[in-house]
């Protein structure tokens, strides 16, 4: 059974503080992808990034960044100088073929101004 | 290019009524996805759809049933509603063959049971 782990249920930070949302997965699979999704205040998830199991290069799109590290089985995903609009939830998934995602409990994130 | 849509957006239902959302799939997709989500808690897998069969189901019971059409578009069927199917049920399409496979999700049907 695949498992995903986010243990921090709400974080708080002030605007242009940098933020870390951990994720931990379990899967005896050896090919496997994540995923990270943004759920804002209306509902709809938004993806932001999918990593196969064999790609472990970090990642960095603008403010966004993900480490991948398959040795502690966790993918983070790093905020930098945050903003008011990224408050919403952060989920991290996993999925081992088409469709069939198994999703965290979520992270709520809040920037204040 | 329309997203992916569902109706209604809201619903109250009472408890041992049968209710039914449905969902259109981003145009160009095939594959349907239905997921439950409580509030507080992420998205469970319920099932999906391709060709207009259920390919996959997550721990559901069969008070949960589907259904996907010839244009693709998916309805959830929930039976003998219980107070604990109040959730916001999220339809996710996407493209058999290519993934995997990003969804795309739609903005969710809110279901409360009294």
């Known amino acids: 059974a695949q498992k995903v782990t986010q243990a921090q249920t709400e974080i708080s930070v002030v605007e242009k503080e940098d933020v870390t949302l951990d994720c931990v997965y379990e899967?005896?699979?050896?090919?496997?992808?994540l995923f990270w999704y943004k759920q804002p205040p209306s509902g709809e998830l938004v993806f932001l990034i999918r990593r196969n199991s064999f790609d472990e290069q970090n990642e960095i799109s603008g403010r966004y960044s993900w480490n991948f590290q398959k040795s502690t089985s966790s993918f983070n995903f790093t905020i930098t100088a945050s903003q008011v609009v990224d408050s919403a939830v952060y989920f991290c998934?996993?999925?081992?073929?088409?469709?069939?995602?198994?999703f965290g409990d979520g992270t709520t994130l809040t920037v204040k101004p | 290019d329309a997203g992916v849509t569902q109706s209604p957006t809201h619903l109250i239902k009472t408890r041992g009524q049968q209710v039914t959302l449905r969902c259109s799939p981003k145009?160009?997709?095939?594959?349907v996805s239905w997921y439950q989500q409580a509030l507080g808690q992420g998205p469970q897998f319920i099932f999906q759809?391709?060709?207009?069969?259920?390919?996959q189901r997550g721990n559901f019971p069969d008070r949960f049933s589907g259904h996907q059409f010839p244009n693709y578009s998916s309805e959830l069927n929930v039976n003998a509603l219980l107070l604990g199917d109040s959730a916001l049920y999220l339809c996710?399409?996407?493209?058999?063959?290519?993934?995997?496979?990003?969804?795309?999700f739609g903005p969710g049907t809110r279901l409360t049971v009294t």
């Open positions: 899967t005896r699979d050896t090919t496997y992808y």
């Open positions: 145009s160009g997709h095939d594959t």
């Open positions: 998934a996993l999925s081992l073929n088409a469709g069939k995602s198994t």
């Open positions: 996710a399409s996407s493209l058999s063959g290519h993934g995997p496979y990003e969804q795309y």
């Open positions: 759809y391709y060709e207009e069969e259920e390919r």
